[in-house]
């Protein structure tokens, strides 16, 4: 629980505890059992930061004994993006074949039962550079605004980086996309890889810190990669602008919210009748800005929307890709895995990529990102029907 964790940090400090117990296999197995959801910490009526001590505990144990294969693996994940990214049909193969995925479990500890995201063809930044939004922008009516792409937006599903653009351009707010921004670095702080975290976060402040300076919001689609910049990176990077990146990242959905707010969102939608279970991810608790998304969808004429309070996804970013968490990922996420298994909605609905892969995991049924439902509604994307593809007939525009 996270008491006794709390406890064990109280042990140590109190010299109950030894510090080289800090960087035992049995501190080790306590300490993985924090996959950083951060709920524990929203909990506590002191604020006690449980998730920061228990990152702190599991760099004790890398710095002693390294990383083990599979959080090396999944903390470098973007870089296999990148390697995976330039052939994505052979990629995702090699994702859907029996025997690779057994090599990839064996090798590289990825669960070879887990439904992993196929790779784009083209990856979002390439987009980015075709629609000249990797240049600055230097004169426009409206503040422009920074885009922090993350991992699964720019390998995975380069669509939800087009509706954000789609969206920030239909409310003439121009956006720029940095080129050598890198992914937050969440699955590092996660895995206790504090050293190699504070290299990735320092490469991301030399690409956003003087935009931050000059007052530029950084938009965060991924709700863990804004919690990484907002939170991660004030507590473990010593860097003279990282409260000033800090406190200009907003999530995207209260981003829009704040249109909302100051009567600057536009209001015409088009109709969907459909239904839709949404689920709010716990990194987007953590952040403490409510459900943002969730109010938006309600502005969406015949659009019904029904919050399933099911508990964590289980997933928590790299955790339940695991082979070794796999089975534990699901027992976690029971609750709303088998909510989706049996909902007769068309569709689920969340922020979070990890959590869409846990309510995927055991049905043909959909979840989609919010804002591409209204990018659709507003007539900025077309196709989202492929996405639904599973069920086409029960998801409709009028």
């Given at each position: 629980?996270?008491?006794?964790?709390?406890?064990?940090?109280?042990?140590?400090?109190?010299?109950?505890?030894?510090?080289?117990?800090?960087?035992?296999?049995?501190?080790?197995?306590?300490?993985?059992?924090?996959?950083?959801?951060?709920?524990?910490?929203?909990?506590?009526?002191?604020?006690?930061?449980?998730?920061?001590?228990?990152?702190?505990?599991?760099?004790?144990?890398?710095?002693?004994?390294?990383?083990?294969?599979?959080?090396?693996?999944?903390?470098?994940?973007h870089?296999?993006?990148?390697?995976?990214?330039?052939?994505?049909?052979?990629s995702?193969?090699?994702?859907?074949?029996?025997?690779?995925?057994?090599?990839?479990?064996?090798?590289?500890?990825?669960?070879?039962?887990?439904?992993?995201?196929?790779?784009?063809?083209?990856?979002?930044?390439?987009?980015?550079?075709?629609?000249?939004?990797?240049?600055?922008?230097?004169?426009?009516?409206?503040?422009?605004?920074?885009?922090?792409?993350?991992?699964?937006?720019?390998?995975?599903?380069?669509?939800?980086?087009?509706?954000?653009?789609?969206?920030?351009?239909?409310?003439?707010?121009?956006?720029?996309?940095?080129?050598?921004?890198?992914?937050?670095?969440?699955?590092?702080?996660?895995?206790g890889?504090?050293?190699?975290?504070?290299?990735?976060?320092?490469?991301?402040?030399?690409?956003?810190?003087?935009?931050?300076?000059?007052?530029m919001?950084?938009?965060?689609?991924?709700?863990?990669?804004?919690?990484?910049?907002?939170?991660?990176?004030?507590?473990?990077v010593d860097h003279?602008?990282?409260?000033?990146?800090?406190?200009?990242?907003?999530?995207?959905?209260?981003?829009?919210?704040?249109?909302?707010?100051?009567?600057?969102?536009?209001?015409?939608?088009?109709?969907?009748?459909?239904?839709?279970?949404?689920?709010?991810?716990?990194h987007?608790?953590?952040?403490?800005?409510?459900?943002?998304?969730?109010?938006?969808?309600?502005?969406?004429?015949?659009?019904?929307?029904?919050?399933?309070?099911?508990?964590?996804?289980?997933?928590?970013?790299?955790?339940?890709?695991?082979?070794?968490?796999?089975?534990?990922?699901?027992?976690?996420?029971?609750?709303?895995?088998?909510?989706?298994?049996?909902?007769?909605?068309?569709?689920?609905?969340?922020?979070?990529?990890?959590?869409?892969?846990?309510?995927?995991?055991g049905t043909?049924i959909?979840?989609?990102?919010?804002?591409?439902?209204?990018?659709?509604?507003?007539?900025?994307?077309?196709?989202?029907?492929?996405?639904?593809?599973?069920?086409?007939?029960r998801?409709t525009?009028?």
């Amino acid at each position: 629980s996270p008491r006794a964790k709390a406890n064990l940090i109280r042990g140590l400090s109190s010299g109950m505890l030894k510090e080289e117990d800090l960087s035992s296999p049995e501190m080790k197995s306590i300490a993985n059992l924090c996959f950083n959801c951060k709920q524990c910490q929203l909990e506590c009526p002191t604020n006690v930061n449980i998730p920061h001590l228990m990152i702190e505990a599991k760099a004790a144990y890398v710095a002693a004994h390294g990383l083990d294969k599979a959080d090396w693996f999944l903390s470098r994940v973007h870089w296999m993006g990148a390697l995976a990214g330039r052939a994505p049909l052979f990629s995702n193969w090699v994702l859907g074949s029996g025997l690779p995925r057994w090599m990839l479990e064996k090798f590289a500890g990825i669960a070879r039962h887990r439904k992993l995201p196929p790779f784009a063809r083209q990856n979002f930044m390439k987009y980015a550079q075709r629609e000249w939004l990797v240049r600055p922008v230097r004169r426009s009516d409206k503040p422009p605004v920074v885009y922090f792409v993350d991992h699964y937006a720019n390998y995975h599903d380069p669509e939800l980086g087009k509706a954000l653009v789609a969206i920030l351009r239909h409310h003439g707010i121009p956006v720029y996309v940095p080129q050598g921004q890198i992914t937050s670095g969440m699955a590092m702080f996660s895995a206790g890889d504090i050293d190699a975290a504070r290299k990735n976060a320092e490469k991301n402040l030399r690409e956003l810190a003087e935009l931050a300076r000059d007052g530029m919001r950084i938009i965060c689609t991924e709700p863990a990669a804004a919690l990484c910049l907002k939170y991660e990176y004030p507590m473990f990077v010593d860097h003279p602008d990282v409260q000033v990146l800090a406190d200009s990242v907003v999530e995207a959905g209260a981003f829009l919210r704040e249109l909302r707010d100051e009567n600057s969102l536009h209001m015409e939608f088009n109709p969907l009748r459909a239904s839709l279970d949404y689920h709010t991810p716990c990194h987007l608790r953590a952040l403490g800005q409510g459900t943002p998304f969730r109010e938006l969808l309600d502005l969406i004429p015949k659009l019904k929307v029904n919050t399933i309070e099911k508990g964590c996804s289980g997933m928590a970013g790299a955790y339940g890709l695991t082979s070794a968490n796999f089975r534990d990922s699901l027992r976690i996420g029971w609750k709303l895995v088998s909510h989706m298994k049996r909902t007769k909605a068309h569709a689920g609905v969340t922020e979070c990529s990890s959590c869409k892969l846990q309510m995927e995991q055991g049905t043909e049924i959909p979840t989609v990102h919010p804002l591409k439902l209204l990018a659709w509604s507003y007539g900025l994307i077309p196709g989202l029907e492929r996405i639904l593809e599973p069920v086409p007939r029960r998801f409709t525009t009028t």
